[in-house]
């Protein structure tokens, strides 16, 4: 199994920059592709970038520019800059990530942290 834990979240006005961390622990040698999803009030957990083990990395457009996902194999963490934050980007960030674990492919969920961007 893995566990995951957040970390960075706050309170910020608009325009400026969090990072959020996330260590994985357990399991981390099943570790593939991890990534951040959020969700707002009242909507879907949707999902916010992802990386790979090679670092190959997809955002949901409406970050593509502003925030970039990064990842530290050695460390067991991946990262979240958050840049120009906008008010709609205020939401709960959970991390992510696949494992192999028992022959199969499994997810885990970090507890979330929580980023609001004052306007």
């Known amino acids: 199994q893995v566990q995951l834990v957040e970390s960075g979240g706050g309170l910020v006005q608009a325009g400026g920059s969090l990072r959020l961390s996330c260590a994985a622990s357990?399991?981390?040698?099943?570790?593939?592709?991890m990534g951040w999803y959020r969700q707002a009030p009242g909507k879907q957990r949707e999902l916010v970038a992802r990386i790979t083990t090679a670092g190959n990395t997809n955002y949901a457009d409406s970050v593509k520019g502003r925030f970039t996902i990064s990842r530290d194999n050695a460390e067991n963490t991946v990262y979240l800059q958050m840049n120009s934050l906008k008010s709609e980007d205020t939401a709960v960030y959970f991390c992510?990530?696949?494992?192999?674990?028992?022959?199969?492919?499994?997810?885990?969920w970090g507890q979330g942290t929580q980023v609001t961007v004052s306007s």
């Open positions: 992510t990530a696949y494992f192999w674990y028992s022959g199969v492919w499994d997810r885990a």
């Open positions: 357990g399991s981390i040698a099943s570790i593939n592709t």
